[in-house]
């Protein structure tokens, strides 16, 4: 049976984050050390193995946004975010991502990496490794030492998520996370929420970004 044909009208709104930090071993004031260095025809490349493309950019002093078919993508000075819903292939970008970086900048470093989703309604339409987290751990644990969580009732809704255990280095940095996500489903009346949220989204990724304590927001309307 076709699976994905029974389900030809369905998109999965639930969202994938990604953030990596970079960083050096040691310190040099003539290093290029931005991210943002990286030219845009090298991320239309990336984001081709994660089944998505560039609609429009926009930037400012600390920032450079990307908003992609699916989602978006956002570049500031070490740390890399990119969203993508959908059945795009996310962390098929992860390995690319790095050697794309080690090209463009002086980083020499993966700081830390976050990855986390809420589960999907329709996981048997994801495209590998995304069909299981399970499989997306064992594609990030080729790559770092990590530690793999689950939030919340696995047979219900829950929240994964996968952290880069702590460097020595940087275990005496204390720095608070905040996540804020917003979802809603099967709402016969969202759109008056919808602009709500797009405004606070955007005003917390504008104003925020240049403080590493945000570490992002997510809306899904369904």
């Known amino acids: 049976m076709d699976v994905k044909a029974n389900y030809c009208d369905f998109f999965e709104g639930t969202e994938k984050l990604l953030e990596m930090w970079f960083g050096r071993r040691t310190e040099s004031n003539g290093a290029n050390c931005d991210l943002r260095s990286v030219p845009r025809s090298t991320w239309e490349k990336l984001l081709k193995l994660v089944k998505c493309e560039i609609i429009s950019f926009k930037k400012n002093d600390h920032l450079d946004a990307y908003v992609l078919s699916e989602s978006s993508l956002f570049v500031s000075k070490n740390r890399i975010i ?13 390995k690319p991502l790095i050697y794309v970086v080690r090209d463009y900048t002086d980083f020499d470093m993966v700081v830390d990496i976050f990855y986390s989703r809420k589960n999907f309604q329709r996981p048997e339409l994801q495209n ?16 770092f030492d990590g530690s793999a969580y689950c939030l919340g009732r696995m047979n219900r809704d829950c929240w994964y998520l996968y952290t880069l255990n702590p460097l020595e280095d940087f275990i005496g ?3 608070p996370d905040q996540t804020l996500e917003i979802s809603f489903f099967k709402s016969i009346s969202v759109n008056g929420y919808y602009s709500s949220c797009k405004n606070i989204f955007v005003y917390v990724i504008y104003k925020h ?12 309307i369904d």
Do not use: I, R, W
């Open 128 to 143: 590998k490794p995304h069909k299981s987290f399970e499989d997306e751990t064992e594609v990030l644990d080729e790559l």
């Open 82 to 94: 990119l969203k993508t819903c959908g059945s795009t292939t996310l962390l098929q970008a992860v």
């Open 209 to 220: 970004m240049s403080n590493p304590s945000v570490k992002c927001m997510t809306y899904v």
């Open 173 to 175: 940095v204390q720095v």
